[in-house]
């Protein structure tokens, strides 16, 4: 079975631009949740969605917002980046949530914002 | 506030010795993970558990759950668990330690 994938692996925007990360599940796996981690505050978790709803939310600002699709893929985006945004922002699958089954880790994207 | 703190934050250890790091949480918990992170970024999960205790190879993960803490043991520790260990609690969200960043010296 194919791995969580993600695109793109690297990116770079300006400040105030806006982007959208790609997180596609293992085959069969129905949960998606997306994570940022810095240097500074480690990882924290951003959001989960299960059956393309969102069902839990950390403590992010607006500006960060996600979706899923029926296939289960998910995007996030970030509007009006700010240079605090970067970071490298990882995705993970599982079968049917974070409180009850494994997660699987995507490689991540790293988001530079200048 | 940390709801979940972590120790010790940095260990360098021989080839060939025991290995603890510790975990203790605030809130509750439906689960705790261990996470593990190589250089680059990637992240494996080592262990997700409730009660009780788990071993896979070389690793044991035990927790207590009236205490709210957890225990990731390496036995026989080798340079390739060189990595950043991280201790994770699910409730109505996902809360993370700061991790131990283990060096293991041949």
């Known amino acids: 079975k194919a791995g969580v994938t993600q695109t793109p692996r690297y990116l770079i925007k300006t400040r105030g631009q806006q982007v959208t990360l790609s997180c596609s599940p293992i085959s069969g796996h129905r949960s998606v949740s997306w994570y940022q981690q810095t240097p500074g505050q480690g990882l924290q978790f951003l959001f989960e969605?299960?059956?393309?709803?969102?069902?839990n939310k950390g403590n992010f600002p607006g500006r960060f917002s996600g979706r899923q699709f029926s296939n289960s893929r998910s995007e996030m985006n970030v509007s009006t980046l700010e240079l605090g945004d970067s970071a490298l922002y990882l995705c993970?699958?599982?079968?049917?949530?974070?409180?009850?089954?494994?997660?699987?880790f995507g490689p991540g994207t790293r988001l530079t914002v200048t | 506030k940390n709801e979940v703190e972590q120790s010790p934050q940095n260990l360098t250890a021989q080839e060939g010795e025991f290995i603890t790091i510790n975990c203790s949480y605030s809130v509750g918990i439906s689960a705790l993970h261990w996470l593990q992170q190589h250089p680059g970024g990637g992240i494996v999960s080592l262990f997700m558990l409730s009660s009780g205790k788990k071993k896979h190879g070389r690793l044991i993960a035990t927790i207590n759950i009236q205490e709210k803490h957890s225990s990731l043991h390496i036995t026989a520790s080798h340079p390739r668990d060189s990595a950043v260990y991280i201790c994770a609690v699910t409730g109505n969200q996902f809360y993370f330690g700061t991790g131990t960043s283990l060096t293991v010296i041949p």
């Open positions: 993970a699958s599982s079968l049917a949530g974070q409180t009850s089954y494994e997660q699987y």
């Open positions: 969605y299960f059956s393309e709803t969102q069902r």
